[in-house]
């Protein structure tokens, strides 16, 4: 069957150890310095670990593997203990992977294990939700209530765009165009434009954008290499990532990160984290 897993880059991989400790379902571990997948069904391919390292080594791919097994990770991981179970479990609840998570509070029942379950067992929680959805936050179907909006807020005169290039898809654009000269950057993923109403005053105002997916775009090492030649060439001035709350996005400011480390110039970066509902819950320089 097809899913999505991650896939680790030997190469860039550094041998922190960082995405194993990140990794409670035990799918990774450290071998001869490099992290290494040690088994599929035991990853979740929620890409948890992605945030966790450093150097940009991990990616989701979607390929034939065999599929994931809640039991099998709820035998193996009962092993370590109360923490380790609790914070499985709490990741699957994060994650909205509500299935895999009745599975593992029925494993613990029949097995009459009483773990203290009161940080994921609450009255927000819902029993019919957890028996009836699965799927990875991104995916998730939610409806948002939003306020009556008058007709005259949706004057052009209002709405005036802060484009001022073209293309703006990273993979067609030129690294050492002119419109990145000395410019202040905002590489923004695909979602955002569509989620936040301000994008333009908010965001893109005085600033060049790019835009890219971390999840599904293809050849990402070729954003690395443009990144860096940005910051080495084109001698930008500032790098601002925007992205979504959700795991998947965050791709996207490991590889700026890593543009940075590999490039002989030191620049700021700004992470800016959108909300699924369309709010800014998070802006911070790294």
């Known amino acids: 069957m097809k899913r999505t897993v991650i896939k680790i880059d030997e190469d860039l991989c550094n041998g922190c150890g960082l995405c194993v400790t990140g ?39 979607e390929k034939e593997a065999e599929p994931y097994d809640e039991i099998k ?6 092993l370590k203990g109360e ?32 773990y203290d379950l009161s940080s994921i067992e609450n009255k927000e929680d819902k029993m019919e939700e957890i028996n009836s959805f699965s799927g ?16 005259e807020d949706f004057s052009t005169v209002n709405q ?24 202040n950057v905002l590489i923004a993923a695909d979602c955002t434009a569509f989620s936040i109403g301000a994008f333009h005053s908010r965001l893109l105002k005085n600033k060049v954008l790019s835009i890219a997916c971390p999840k599904l775009d293809t050849n990402k090492e070729s954003y690395l290499e443009k990144i860096t030649a940005m910051i080495d060439v084109a001698k930008i001035d500032t790098l601002t990532i925007a992205m979504m ?16 480390e590999n490039a002989k110039r030191n620049i700021p970066i700004k992470a800016i984290i959108i ?12």
């Open 73 to 78: 990770v709820m035998e193996r991981i009962a």
């Open 160 to 183: 005036k765009s802060e484009l001022t290039h073209w293309p703006i898809q990273l993979h067609l654009q030129s690294p050492t165009a002119s419109y990145f000269q000395n410019a």
């Open 245 to 260: 709350e959700v795991p998947c996005c965050g791709g996207l400011i490991q590889i700026a990160k890593l543009a940075r």
């Open 23 to 61: 990794c409670h379902e035990g799918a990774l571990q450290l071998i001869d310095g490099k992290a290494v997948m040690i088994s599929e069904m035991y990853c979740d391919g929620l890409g948890a670990c992605i945030g966790d390292c450093p150097v940009g080594a991990i990616e989701l791919i």
């Open 275 to 286: 909300g699924i509902k369309g709010e800014i819950i998070e802006e911070n320089w790294l």
């Open 83 to 114: 923490h380790v179970v609790v914070a499985h479990l709490k990741h699957m609840k994060d994650h909205n992977e509500l299935e895999y998570l009745r599975q593992g509070i029925e494993y613990l029942k029949q097995h009459n294990i009483n």
């Open 136 to 151: 990875c936050p991104g995916l998730a179907s939610q409806s948002f209530e939003k306020p009556q909006t008058k007709e």
